[in-house]
């Protein structure tokens, strides 16, 4: 298979929505770091991803361990610094807060009112930090207040790393400017690199050094041999999708490409199936790295190459097949055993 540059990072992301138990998601994570994937996330689809980095935690040793993402929306700032803290300590000091705000359709199923996003986000940064610090004034601002809060015991570091997932370029320059990294997704190698460039800017602008900000990219794969099987899985993510207020950038249509409003209207209706037929298969070459091992690996390159540090691959099912084992071989070079006590 084609290698991947010496010295490379990688991650691997485990959705919550795969259906796997706890155990076997451990299980999944341990073999990742086997096979020496740096860094392991878990993905909030309709679980709790903060909750399943418990077992992932406890089947690694080194990797680092992180959600990509978990929504703040769902929870107050303090007992996400709370979480946070106890993660921290059950890793050794490998965790990392990877944190987003979802979008309007999501959160409105959630039953969460609409807010302003930036102002948000960015208080509910600055909460967590004070809490994990245990500033004595607590934070005082005008989305969130608190006054001291006290842990029952600290994080193994008060200055825990935390992730803003950003997609448009407001959120990533405010990810330059006040988080320690930024987790792209749905973009192309050249939007990566677009992205990585605004928030090396970002960070300069405001007196820090680019090069501290991590810029992680989830990497959609859906990895077989069948190339055909391979190319319909990839257009089968791009409903999961559709829906998203930032993908009519993203995917093209505001620059002349294909629309998708028929594969929107499908979803709304609830078929999916029928919406991903209707997906061009160019929006899904777009940002799925798809095929077998080589074209997989040769894709992640190309993040790599446009300076994302950290592509953190994000396998869906083909033909109902996860593939979370066989990425992992497959990255690794070589079969990495997996014992689990669930189903995919």
């Not at 930036?118 to 509910?124: A, F, N, Q, T, V």
């Not at 405010?174 to 990566?192: E, F, S």
């Not at 979803?267 to 074209?295: E, I, N, S, W």
Request: glycine share 10%; with cysteine; proline share 7%.
């Amino acid at each position: 298979m084609s290698a991947l540059p010496l010295g490379s990072q990688l991650g691997l992301s485990i959705a919550s929505h795969s259906g796997l138990s706890p155990s076997a998601v451990g299980a999944l994570a341990g073999a990742a770091e086997r096979a020496g994937f740096n860094a392991v996330f878990v993905a909030e689809g309709h679980g709790d991803a903060l909750a399943l980095c418990h077992p992932v935690a406890a089947a690694t040793s080194r990797a680092r361990v992180g959600t990509a993402i978990t929504n703040a929306a769902l929870r107050p700032p303090v007992l996400a610094a709370k979480t946070a803290a106890q993660l921290d300590q059950a890793t050794a000091g490998r965790f990392t807060l990877g944190l987003g705000v979802a979008n309007a359709v999501m959160n409105t199923r959630f039953g969460i009112p609409p807010f302003a996003a930036l102002p948000m986000i960015e208080e509910y940064v600055a909460v967590v930090r004070a809490v994990l610090r245990g500033q004595a004034a607590g934070y005082q601002g005008q989305v969130f207040r608190t006054g001291m809060v006290p842990l029952d015991s600290p994080p193994v570091r008060a200055e825990l790393p935390v992730y803003l997932a950003a997609l448009g370029p407001r959120m990533l320059e405010l990810a330059g400017r006040i988080a320690d990294g930024v987790i792209l997704n749905l973009m192309t190698p050249d939007q990566a690199a677009e992205a990585v460039t605004i928030v090396r800017n970002s960070a300069r602008a405001a007196g820090r050094d680019p090069s501290s900000v991590e810029v992680a990219c989830v990497v959609h794969t859906c990895l077989s041999d069948d190339t055909v099987a391979a190319a319909a899985a990839a257009r089968a993510v791009v409903p999961r999708y559709v829906l998203h207020p930032a993908v009519p950038r993203l995917f093209g249509e505001l620059d002349g490409g294909p629309s998708l409003q028929g594969v929107r209207e499908r979803v709304l209706a609830g078929d999916r199936a029928r919406a991903a037929d209707l997906v061009p298969q160019a929006t899904a070459d777009g940002f799925v790295a798809y095929g077998g091992a080589d074209a997989c690996t040769a894709r992640v390159a190309e993040y790599h190459a446009v300076g994302v540090d950290l592509p953190v691959l994000f396998p869906m099912p083909v033909d109902d097949d996860w593939g979370y084992e066989k990425t992992i071989t497959a990255m690794a070079g070589a079969p990495v055993p997996v014992s689990h006590g669930g189903t995919q």
